[in-house]
C-alpha cells in the first residue's frame, strides 16, 4: 500500500470506534441448550471486567452496551456503582437497552399488547431505562420489540402500529436533548406470523413518529437472504435517519456470528457507503457502530477481539477506495472501473497499516496474541469455573 493510502488508515483508525454488548461476556444459547463455558461473565462486574480486557488490547472499544433487566437490577439507584466499576475497568456505559420481552407479562407483546396495563407498565421500563441511561451520561437508549402474533387473525395490526406510535412518543417525550432514542427492526423471531416492527421502513416511520431525537438501528442479522442492506443505509443516511448498527454475520438468519466470518465483502459495503456518504456531503456521520453477539461455541472474549479487528479492518479497507475516482466511473457508466475501484480496495492488505498505527497508540500490534498470553483468562476461568458449571442461568 502507498504512503497516501497509509496515511487515509491512520487519519480513520483515530476516530473509528465500535461499542461492545455485555451479553457477549454471558453464557448464552440457543432454544435447544446452552453450553456453558467455564469463564463466562455472570455478574456485571465481571462483564465489565472482560469488557475491559478487550477495550485494554484493542483500544477502540471504550463504551459497553448494557441491557437493563440483565445488567441493572437495582435500576436507577444502581448506575452509580455501575459507573464506578465502569471506570475501575477503563470503560464507559454505553447505549442502554431496556427489556421489553423477557418478563412474563409480554407474553403478547409490550408497547402492541392489547391490555392496556401492559402497555403501561412497558412505557415505564423505557422511561426508567431512560433515566438510568441520562445518570449514567449514556447518549443512545436501543428499543427492540419481540412483539408479533404467530398466526393469521389474531392480531390488530393497524390498532398495534397505532399503539406502538403512542408509547414511542410518550418516550421520545422523556428524552434529555442531549439524547437520542433508537428503533431497530426485525423480519421475524420471536415471532412468526408478524412482527410489528418487521422493516427499515416501518422502523423508519415510527422513528419519525416518535420525534426528532428518534433514528434507526440497523441490526445487520435482521434481514432477509440476499437483502440489499448497504442500500438500505443508504437511503437512511440520505434522510439523516441512520443512528447506528447492531453488527454481527449470518448464513440464515439472527445467528450471532462473529462480524465478517462469513460475508466480509457485505460489511466492507456498508462503510464503504457511510464513508461516500461522508465524502460528497462533507458531513460527519453520526451513526453509533455497536457489536451485537453472543457467542456459544466461540471463547467470548476472543470472538469479540475477532470481532473488533475484523470491524476495524474491514473498515480501513473501505477508507481506501478512491472517491473522487470512482464518483466519476459512475458518471459515465464506467461499471468495470468503478466496480474494480471498490473490489481493489477491499483486495488490499491493510493490516501492516493498522499494525502501524497500534503501535504509535502503544497498543499491542496483535491484540488477541497479547490477550492470550496475558494470563486472564486462565485467571477467570480458575476463579468462575466452578461457580459457571453450576449456573444454568440465561444472559443475566
Ligand atoms: C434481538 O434479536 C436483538 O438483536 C436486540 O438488539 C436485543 O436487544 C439483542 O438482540 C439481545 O437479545
Ligand atoms: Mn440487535
Known amino acids: 500500500m502507498d504512503s497516501a493510502r497509509a496515511r487515509k488508515v491512520f487519519q480513520a483508525l483515530e476516530r473509528f470506534r465500535i461499542e461492545i454488548p455485555s451479553w457477549g461476556f454471558a453464557n448464552t444459547g440457543t432454544r435447544f ?19 475491559g480486557q478487550v477495550h485494554r488490547f484493542t483500544g477502540v472499544c471504550p463504551t459497553v452496551a448494557l441491557h437493563v433487566q440483565w445488567d441493572c437490577p437495582d435500576g436507577v439507584k444502581g448506575t452509580d456503582e455501575i459507573k464506578r466499576l465502569a471506570s475501575q475497568f477503563g470503560i464507559q456505559p454505553g447505549s442502554i437497552n431496556p427489556n421489553l420481552f423477557q418478563d412474563q407479562a409480554y407474553k403478547y407483546g409490550s408497547f402492541g399488547n392489547p391490555d392496556q396495563s401492559v ?9 426508567d431505562s431512560i433515566e438510568i441511561a441520562r445518570r449514567l451520561q ?9 412483539d408479533g402474533s404467530n398466526y393469521p387473525g389474531t ?21 434529555s436533548p442531549h439524547q437520542r432514542m433508537l428503533v431497530e427492526y426485525k423480519p421475524f423471531e420471536p415471532a412468526f406470523y408478524h412482527t410489528d416492527v418487521a422493516d427499515w421502513g416501518m422502523a423508519l416511520l415510527l422513528a419519525r413518529k416518535a420525534g426528532p431525537q428518534a433514528k434507526v438501528l440497523v441490526d445487520t442479522g435482521h434481514h432477509y437472504l440476499s437483502q ?48 461516500y456518504f461522508e465524502w460528497e456531503t462533507g458531513n460527519n456521520a453520526d451513526i453509533a ?25 474491514l473498515f ?8 473522487a475516482e470512482l464518483a466519476t466511473a459512475q458518471k459515465a457508466c464506467n461499471l468495470v472501473r468503478a466496480e474494480s475501484l471498490v473490489q481493489d480496495a477491499f483486495a488490499t492488505d491493510v493490516r501492516p497499516a493498522i499494525e502501524e498505527w497500534r503501535t504509535s497508540k502503544g497498543l499491542p500490534a ?19 469455573a466452578a461457580r459457571n458449571s453450576r449456573s444454568v442461568t440465561s444472559y443475566a
Not at 33 to 51: M, V, Y
Not at 289 to 313: C, P, R, W, Y
Not at 316 to 323: E, H, N, S
Open 33 to 51: 441448550g446452552k453450553f456453558l463455558q467455564p469463564a463466562a461473565a455472570a455478574t456485571i462486574e465481571e462483564k465489565l471486567s472482560d469488557a
Open 119 to 127: 402497555r403501561e407498565a412497558a412505557l415505564a421500563h423505557t422511561k
Open 138 to 146: 449514556s447518549r443512545d437508549i436501543s428499543l427492540w420489540f419481540a
Open 155 to 175: 392480531a390488530n395490526i393497524r390498532q398495534r402500529k397505532q399503539w406502538f406510535i403512542e408509547g414511542l412518543q410518550a418516550s421520545h417525550a422523556k428524552l
Open 228 to 275: 440489499n442492506i448497504e442500500q438500505i443505509v443508504a437511503w437512511l443516511l440520505s434522510e439523516d435517519m441512520l443512528g447506528g448498527f447492531h453488527f454481527n454475520d449470518r448464513r440464515y438468519a439472527d445467528d450471532d456470528l462473529t462480524l465478517g466470518s462469513i460475508d466480509p465483502y457485505q460489511v466492507f459495503r456498508i462503510f464503504h457507503e457511510i464513508l
Open 289 to 313: 457502530f455497536m457489536i451485537d453477539q453472543s457467542h456459544n461455541l466461540k471463547g467470548k472474549i476472543e470472538a469479540m477481539i475477532q470481532t473488533v479487528t475484523m470491524a476495524q479492518m
Open 316 to 323: 480501513a479497507k473501505a477508507v481506501i477506495v478512491d472517491r
Open 366 to 384: 496483535d491484540p488477541m496474541a497479547e490477550f492470550l498470553a496475558s494470563g486472564y483468562l486462565e485467571r477467570i476461568t480458575q476463579e468462575r
